[in-house]
């Protein structure tokens, strides 16, 4: 029986359009607008994804963690209904403003209280901070080996051979078990859940935990500080170039972009 666990976020939904997100600068937060639902973070969705596969090919039992200040059930219960076995969901106030190190910190901890485990999958970073930091941080912190940004993942006699994905191709990386592998959109997107997966997650207990049930000092935890979150102003200068023909405007452009010294 392969052990796989998979963490997922959930966050605001990165296809919203960007005039429905406002700054809180004293908070440093970001403020949704009114309409914008919660959805899985893209990238776990992909992690989910491949853990599904996995099992496929493997015998093997898929639980879901999830952390956040406060989780909406009907989000995560998605996961359910695609294929996952187990839910943990832990909800603590202390995810309010964590950084990567404590989300790290704490999601290691219930690893911890779970029990065993031999492969552990997230997405490679987070749409909404983008860090891609707490995968890396759960395997330097649980000390097992990682992958980050695979495309393809495949599992064979105690050994995971990962496709990462690069600018210009990909290279292989073979791994023993237990490890951690980050999982990129290359990878395709998570399956729809069918009408029976749907009515079944919705009856499936799953575990809710807070910070004290994993008996950790959360006090010390933070490892960083922000010092500005802010919107980008962006300034835009349009020079428009003309022609009697489109000959003629091309000419033009050629000869402006050479005055600037762009050719």
């Not at 209280?113 to 890396?136: F, H, P």
């Not at 495949?154 to 050994?159: F, L, M």
């Not at 859940?193 to 807070?210: C, D, E, R, S, Y």
């Amino acid at each position: 029986m392969l052990n796989i666990i998979v963490c997922v976020k959930v966050v605001i939904d990165p296809e919203a359009p960007t005039s429905t997100f406002k700054i809180d600068p004293e908070g440093m937060r970001v403020v949704p607008g009114q309409g914008v639902p919660p959805v899985l973070n893209p990238y776990d969705e992909n992690s989910l994804e491949a853990a599904l596969r996995i099992k496929e090919q493997h015998p093997g039992k898929i639980t879901v963690i999830s952390a956040g200040k406060f989780i909406p059930k009907a989000v995560v219960k998605k996961c359910l209904a695609v294929g996952a076995d187990d839910l943990v969901v832990i909800e603590d106030d202390i995810f309010e403003d964590a950084d990567s190190y404590t989300t790290a910190y704490l999601l290691v901890a219930a690893i911890k209280k779970l029990g065993e485990y031999d492969l552990i999958l997230t997405g490679r970073m987070a749409a909404d901070t983008n860090a891609g930091q707490v995968g890396s941080g759960v395997a330097e912190l649980l000390g097992i080996p990682s992958v980050t940004v695979a495309r393809k993942i495949e599992v064979n006699d105690g050994t995971v051979r990962v496709e990462r994905s690069l600018a210009d191709g990909y290279e292989a990386v073979e791994v023993s078990l237990p490890c951690l592998v980050t999982v990129s959109h290359e990878m395709g997107e998570l399956r729809p859940a069918n009408v029976k997966g749907l009515i079944a997650a919705q009856k499936q207990p799953f575990t809710t935990w807070h910070a004290e049930d994993l008996a950790v000092d959360i006090t010390p935890l933070k490892q960083t500080k922000p010092l500005k979150l802010y919107i980008p102003e962006r300034e835009v200068q349009c020079d428009r170039v003309e022609g009697q023909t489109p000959e003629e405007a091309g000419a033009n452009l050629a000869l402006k972009l050479r005055q600037m010294n762009q050719i």
